[in-house]
């Protein structure tokens, strides 16, 4: 397949559902997805999104959101998804919010970003926002549209 052909192929599942999916040649396009999880939930869409990704021209890896302590990714999408507690960070988000309020100067200054806060209709939803709020004033926002069914 030369780069900038699709081509269509056949999937099969487990379940023997036969699937059709277009693939596009060429390399693809990095993204970071980083979640902040207790019970698994934030993962598990990380890990749905990151798949959705890859059938959209990206090659997205996941991982915890203290794993972005001090290195958020430029030149890419970064896409976050956490959940709160109380309006408390996840436990594997803890530190990546204290290194955010302690930034000083233009350390995160050209992350392109997303947040994805999860929680309950009746959760405190300060977490997501402070979180938001934070990585605005030094990186950049972009338009970022997912659609996840639950079952």
Partial sequence: MFSGESQEIQVSS???????????????????IFYGSNTGTCEALAQTLA?????HGYSARVAALDSATDS????EPVVVITASYEG?????AAHFMQWLQNLKGSEIEGVQYAVFGCGHRKSNPSSHLRLSNLL???ATPFQFVAAISAP
């Fill in 14 to 32: 487990k379940d023997k559902k036969i699937e059709k999916m277009t693939v596009s040649g060429g390399a693809k396009k990095p993204m970071a």
């Fill in 51 to 55: 798949n959705a990704a890859s059938g």
């Fill in 72 to 75: 958020l990714p430029r030149g």
């Fill in 136 to 138: 605005s004033l030094q």
């Fill in 88 to 92: 408390e960070p996840p436990d594997n």
